[in-house]
């Protein structure tokens, strides 16, 4: 099969012929048809993840077909048409068995722990406890944008952060996660402050719902700025990007016994960082970590898309082939693209 590879971190990353991937008893093969190229990937070609060993195939927001299964599958069959969360849990380990899922003890990651979905064929462990079979209307393309980004900024803000109509929100980082989080605390009816650097990608925020755009670039006094526009603070903020001004920002914007909730991936020097526990104890504010969704929860969210109150095609800005994978992938800390972009395997 065709395959985006890289043997070495920050390394040069091509096109291969490598061999199918070897089916376990417990994971299907999938037939890739699109699949999400997401900051976390560019993260792994870095080298910021221990889980990847080289060589190695990225890619995590995929969808497509099952086109073979492992004799101990019995929940999935040939023909379906599936996506799957970035991380898959065992079922077994007590994360599991109490329905955490997304913080197994043993998870499985295509694109980290495995290879992953930048090739034509997949290969998902875990498979009964984890694969999803999309609703009929679905396109694979919608489907590959759920992946990780979105289906992280559904549970950081549905589930992790409880948001709630009426509340105040406020989005650091305007990318595939801020864009998500925009649209699904629209849905909810909250008030929505968008901040980035880029205002391409404020009017993207916006045109998702956001009813404040800051650019932070021309803004001193950020998290002041913020206190005034939601009347002592927000109630609930994500750091959708993953640094330390993004973070410190997002704790210093929220008001008394608001929630933040830490999405981006923080790594390197970012990865132990100071916080303000002298606030964070006088104010009661709650730090939340979320990472992924089950495969369980998806139904809600299906619910939501069906009904039109959550449209994550919209957030698909560009389409691109395999071919274009490598450099789309190692220009991705550039900046360049607004929204998301997701690899169409149908493209020559």
């Not at 903020?237 to 704790?251: F, K, N, P, R």
């Not at 790594?267 to 709650?286: N, R, Y």
């Amino acid at each position: 099969m065709k395959a985006a590879l890289y043997s070495k971190f920050q390394g040069p990353i091509s096109i291969e012929e490598v061999a199918d991937p070897s089916l376990a008893e417990d994971a299907v093969l999938i037939e890739v048809k699109a699949t999400g190229l997401c900051r976390s990937d560019w993260h792994g070609w870095m080298g910021h993840d221990a889980d990847i060993h080289l060589p190695h195939v990225p890619g995590h927001e995929l969808a497509g077909v099952i086109v073979a299964k492992g004799s101990g599958v019995s929940k999935c069959q040939l023909g379906d048409r599936v996506t799957v969360p970035f991380v898959s849990g065992c079922g077994r380990c007590e994360e599991c068995r109490s329905g955490h899922h997304q913080v197994c003890d043993r998870q499985f990651q295509p694109g980290f722990t495995a290879w992953g979905s930048f090739a034509e064929y997949v290969a998902i462990s875990y498979a009964d406890e984890n694969i999803v079979k999309l609703p009929d209307d679905m396109f694979y393309m919608t489907a590959a944008s759920l992946g990780c980004r979105f289906i992280t900024s559904f549970r950081a803000v549905v589930h992790q952060a409880k948001l709630a109509a009426g509340q105040s929100i406020t989005i650091f980082g305007c990318g595939g996660v801020g864009l998500s989080a925009i649209m699904i605390a629209k849905a909810l009816g909250a008030k929505i402050i968008a901040v980035d650097i880029n205002d391409d990608s404020l009017a993207l925020a916006a045109s998702m719902g956001a009813d404040h755009l800051i650019n932070s670039s021309q803004e001193d006094k950020l998290a002041s700025q913020i206190r005034d526009l939601t009347q002592g603070g927000s109630h609930v903020s994500v750091d959708a990007l993953g640094s330390y001004e993004t973070c410190l920002q997002s704790i210093h914007s929220l008001r008394k016994r608001g929630k933040h909730v830490q999405v981006g991936l923080m790594t390197g020097d970012h990865a132990s960082m100071e916080v303000p526990f002298d606030k964070i104890v006088a104010h009661e504010l709650e730090i939340l970590g979320s990472h992924g969704m089950q495969a369980a929860k998806y139904p809600e969210m299906f619910t939501m898309i069906e009904s039109g109150l959550l449209d994550p095609s919209r957030l698909v800005s560009r389409q691109i082939s395999l071919a274009e994978a490598p450099a789309a992938l190692s220009q991705m800390n550039e900046f360049r693209h607004a929204g998301m972009t997701v690899i169409d395997m149908d493209l020559p």
